[in-house]
């Protein structure tokens, strides 16, 4: 027996009815059953576009929700960028004067072992030979 096959794309999310395979039995061919097949098969074909417009829809929005959530989060990164800028360059400010102490302490300090180092040599010397 010839049958005649619809597309067969699965299970209808707003139905819940699936495709399948419509018989068509060589007798039973006349012009009315072959109009109420080409019938059902542009409802099925009507309700699979309905479908796929919903989907589109709700991909739309996911879309437009993405869009805003990324924009807000742009927003926040180009404040941050700004907030790590000025730390930085606070930071290197500070970083500057650190080191120019430190050069400053390693001279005085250069100066102050050599002192002490003069001391206690005439401290030794006067202990040695009193």
Request: hydrophobic share 40%; glycine share 4%.
């Amino acid at each position: 027996m010839p049958t005649f096959e619809l597309p067969n794309i699965g299970t209808k999310p707003s139905t819940g009815v699936q495709y399948s395979r419509l018989p068509v039995n060589e007798h039973e061919v006349s012009p009315r059953n072959e109009t109420q097949i080409q019938q059902d098969l542009i409802n099925q074909q009507d309700q699979t576009l309905d479908d796929l417009s919903l989907a589109i829809g709700r991909l739309g929005l996911l879309g437009s929700t993405i869009n805003q959530e990324l924009e807000t989060q742009k927003v926040l990164l180009e404040s941050l960028d700004r907030d790590m800028d000025r730390t930085q360059s606070k930071f290197e400010y500070v970083n500057k004067k650190i080191s120019e102490f430190l050069k400053l302490s390693d001279r005085g300090a250069c100066w102050l072992i050599f002192v002490l180092s003069v001391i206690l040599l005439i401290l030794v010397f006067f202990v040695l030979y009193t």
